[in-house]
């Protein structure tokens, strides 16, 4: 076969190259040809290449990236390009004939380097789409593209996130942003169900899988959809993320563009997160000094008995216990350190300071996160809002306190006080006064 162009923009044919016998697809009538090649290599340790014929005006038209790449006066590729098509149309005598009647191998080509996508995937079929929406940058008319703009629509989350990154990557973003507008036609409401039918989609995503949830982050964001991305931003700041912790994959050559998102957000998200963990932090503190932990750290010398005399906070009948307090401190620092794993105990004999982002390694009956496979760094903010509600359990102090009693349910009146917590539903309480703390997220998207 010649590989000779049928002239539809709107179907691929593909076609067989001589060049490493590799197909080309043929998305319009092109006088040059893109080897994309993948950014992660595949299992067999080869980086996968697809192969493209298509129109330098309509990529030039559409991106930035070609516009300036394809320059005779700025680039290399651009000088190359140029006396490419002055052979061609010396041959065939004008440039419409060679696009006829040239051969795939005769056209210029040139690599294209694909940023990180999902692996899941099918980089053929994005790369199909993906040049033909390039192509709609030629019609003026938005309307023009309806079909394929449906189609786009009906995407999977993922396959969507992955055609942003690549139009983001190439400096076509805006064809993106018009497909998926939804704004009121003249004749009265869209008429295109499934482009609103995609922004539903996002403010109703649900999925415990973090790369999910940030592929929605990252698509509400590209299209300027406040409600998903305030939604979606929300529920990433409770959980916490991976990157966050620094897990990552060993090996991974390069990871996509949701993973570390534009602008200033994904540090803004980690700052949020990090206020959440400190206020946690700094409460589940002052409970254990409320019952006598001792305020001193490590680095500051110990001394045998505080410089202040504490409150007791337990009452045995008309006495306060100090025995009482030490058996909730017990209690507390066993809770803390081995269901919350909010706290871990070291000694104050080593030199060296202990290695927090290596995980937690003590085994207990209550620990989900020692299975075979799993990977614990520290508990997320929504966990520690959790536990630390199940501590925050309202029982007057002056109360007779039985030794048998544990401490979640037994902190005093004037932790409770300081946050409005009065009666016995404390649980919700606790956890409305850690919500609060995120629960108003101001709109990054201008």
């Avoid at 040139?110 to 980089?123: A, D, I, N, Q």
């Avoid at 536990?387 to 004037?414: F, G, H, M, Q």
């Amino acid at each position: 076969m010649d590989g000779r162009v049928s002239g539809s923009n709107s179907q691929a044919t593909t076609l067989s190259s001589g060049v490493a016998d590799i197909p080309c697809t043929v998305i319009a009538q092109g006088d040059l040809v893109l080897n994309c090649v993948s950014a992660a290599r595949s299992p067999s340790g080869k980086r996968v290449i697809s192969r493209f014929r298509t129109s330098s005006a309509i990529l030039r038209k559409s991106c930035d990236y070609f516009q300036v790449l394809l320059d005779p006066t700025k680039f290399q590729e651009g000088r190359t390009f140029l006396e490419s098509k002055k052979r061609l149309e010396a041959r065939y005598g004008s440039v419409e004939s060679a696009l006829y009647q040239a051969k795939i191998d005769e056209l210029p080509e040139f690599t294209l380097e694909l940023p990180p996508l999902s692996p899941k995937v099918t980089r053929h079929a994005l790369l199909c789409d993906f040049f033909a929406l390039l192509a709609t940058a030629e019609d003026d008319d938005p309307a023009s593209g309806q079909a394929l703009y449906e189609d786009i629509a009906k995407r999977p989350i993922f396959f969507l996130a992955s055609l942003v990154a690549l139009l983001d990557r190439y400096g076509a973003l805006h064809l993106f942003k018009r497909a998926m507008s939804i704004e009121n036609t003249d004749d009265g409401p869209c008429v295109m169900p499934e482009r609103r039918r995609l922004r539903d989609r996002l403010r109703t995503f649900r999925s415990h899988e973090e790369e999910r949830l940030r592929e929605v982050v990252f698509l509400a964001y590209s299209i300027h959809d406040q409600k998903a991305f305030a939604f979606l931003t929300h529920r990433l700041v409770v959980d916490g993320s991976r990157m966050w912790r620094r897990i990552v994959d060993e090996g991974q050559s390069g990871i996509p563009i949701w993973w570390q998102l534009p602008g200033v957000i994904e540090q803004e998200l980690e700052f949020r997160n990090q206020c959440i963990l400190d206020t946690i932090s700094d409460y589940q503190s002052h409970l254990l000094c409320a019952f006598g932990a001792s305020t001193t750290t490590s680095k500051q010398k110990t001394t045998s008995l505080p410089s202040t005399k504490r409150e007791l906070q337990c009452r045995r009948v008309y006495e306060n216990s100090r025995a009482c307090d030490s058996f909730h401190l017990g209690e507390m620092i066993h809770f803390f350190s081995t269901r919350a794993k909010t706290l871990e105990l070291q000694s104050t004999l080593s030199n060296h300071e202990p290695d927090y982002d290596a995980g937690y390694t003590t085994e207990n009956e209550f620990d989900d996160s020692n299975k075979p496979g799993s990977t614990h760094a520290r508990p997320d903010a929504a966990s520690a809002a959790v536990s630390l509600a199940c501590l925050t359990a309202y029982k007057d102090s002056r109360k007779v306190v039985k030794p048998s009693e544990y401490v979640y349910s037994t902190i005093p009146n004037l932790v409770c006080e300081g946050h409005g917590i009065t009666t016995r539903s404390a649980t919700r309480k606790a956890c409305q006064f850690v919500a609060a703390l995120y629960n108003q997220l101001p709109a990054l998207i201008q």
